[in-house]
């Protein structure tokens, strides 16, 4: 089987089943996600018990959606970062100097 071959898959987030079809290589992945939000819903399933299942999944979706973001902002400088060290060094290797 290659790597990017689609398998089908059986995923549960908050007591729903779903059917999706993830690269091969990608199980893992979806796997761990899976865990990891299962993880969260059952948790605050148990601290706020009179909140629905759906209102349960809000907050976990918007939790991971803002650790989304903030890695992306961190992804951002970080790149900005490796590009200034890059063009620095070019600037040294071409004898230009700061």
């Known amino acids: 089987m290659n790597d990017s071959d689609k398998v089908k898959m059986t ?3 908050g ?7 993830v690269p091969f290589n990608r199980q893992d992945a979806v796997r ?3 865990k990891a939000v299962a993880q ?11 909140h629905s299942d759906t209102r349960i ?3 976990a979706a918007y939790q ?16 900005a970062k490796a590009q200034e060290c890059d063009s620095r060094l070019q600037n040294l290797l071409d ?3 700061e």
């Open 11 to 13: 995923i549960n987030i």
């Open 15 to 21: 007591g729903e089943h779903m059917q999706i079809a």
């Open 32 to 34: 761990d996600a899976e």
């Open 40 to 50: 969260l819903f059952d948790a605050w399933k148990l601290k706020w018990p009179r």
């Open 57 to 59: 999944l809000a907050m």
């Open 64 to 79: 991971f959606a803002i650790s989304y973001q903030d890695l992306l902002s961190l992804h951002e400088k970080a790149v």
């Open 95 to 97: 004898g230009d100097g």
